[in-house]
């Protein structure tokens, strides 16, 4: 978890970003 905040807000948004095109794909899927 120490990783997300030396590495700041970018990779924040990358998970963020991430998670949600998996749920639209799960969403999609069904």
Same mark, same amino acid.
């Given at each position: 978890?120490? =990783? +997300?905040? +030396? /590495?700041?807000?970018? =990779? @924040?948004?990358? @998970? /963020?970003?991430?998670? /949600? @095109? %998996? %749920?639209?794909?799960? @969403?999609?899927? =069904?």
């Amino acid at each position: 978890m120490n =990783r +997300i905040g +030396i /590495l700041g807000p970018g =990779r @924040v948004a990358t @998970v /963020l970003a991430t998670g /949600l @095109v %998996a %749920a639209g794909h799960e @969403v999609g899927a =069904r």
